[in-house]
């Protein structure tokens, strides 16, 4: 049997004779606060697995060559994204507001870089998404547009 705790080990976790839904809060509240958080938690570990120790709107250098003096590239992880083509983490980075524009040390924009990487149209949500300009709006926003 299942207990509480078990929930919390990952979001996503099903265990013997429980559904997907019994794991997700229902009411409105606890859904964002659930979603909130889980958002997060998918942002945490990705700038601590790409080595981003100072937040989502901070650089972190990388080397363009193996020699140890050669030019370090500023980047950011709307960048890192971007490349690797993460639509989940750079829809999270929008959210919060970081700027979709925003260069590297060498003039390249996120959109450089995913159509860099793009193969065979691999990127093309990231693409379509950083080519749009975004706007994400709560409910309040929304109904106060009318």
């Known amino acids: 049997m299942a207990t509480s705790a078990d929930h919390f080990a990952h979001p996503f976790a099903v265990l013997a004779g429980e559904s997907v839904k019994d794991l997700v809060p229902t009411n409105g509240k606890a859904f964002r606060k659930w979603t909130q958080q889980n958002e997060q938690d998918a942002l945490d570990e990705f700038l601590e697995e790409h080595k981003f120790k100072r ?3 901070a650089p972190r ?5 193996w020699i140890p003096f050669m030019h370090k590239e500023k980047i950011y ?10 639509c989940d983490i750079l829809r999270i980075l929008l959210r919060a507001q970081v700027d ?5 040390s060498d003039g390249r924009s ?6 860099e990487a793009d193969v ?3 990127h093309r949500n990231v693409i379509a998404l950083l080519q749009q300009p975004v706007m994400f709006l709560g409910v309040r926003e929304l109904m106060a547009m009318k």
């Open 100 to 104: 979709s524009n925003q260069k590297t």
């Open 120 to 122: 065979n149209g691999s």
């Open 61 to 65: 250098s990388k080397r363009s060559g």
């Open 55 to 57: 937040g989502i709107c």
């Open 77 to 86: 992880p709307i960048h890192v994204a971007a490349k690797l083509g993460k």
């Open 110 to 115: 996120a959109l450089d870089m995913a159509r």
